[in-house]
């Protein structure tokens, strides 16, 4: 599993005469990019990887939606659920 959101990037590589100059970026390049003590980290994927971190991106959504469910299950079964008003 893996948590986070993948980035495409598209830069300039500063070379004279580049097709890059001409706005014609290279990329994309891919990162993933987590939060680690509140602080933004991005990782290279390289592209043969790429299917194998989407892969794993989903299972960790999976995995929270999962979570989110089951404490949902154990608010109402501890009588902890909110009632609504009528």
Known sequence: MLQGSLVALYRRCGK???????????????C????EGGV???VYIPVSR??????????FSRYWELGVKLS???????????RRRV
Request: hydrophobic content about 30%.
């Open 50 to 59: 790429l299917e194998e971190v989407k892969k794993a991106m989903g299972a």
């Open 40 to 42: 933004t980290q991005m």
């Open 72 to 82: 949902r299950v154990n608010l109402e079964q501890m009588g902890l659920k909110k």
């Open 16 to 30: 004279k005469g580049c097709r890059c100059e001409r706005g014609e970026k290279h990329g994309p390049a891919y």
């Open 32 to 35: 993933l990019s987590y939060k």
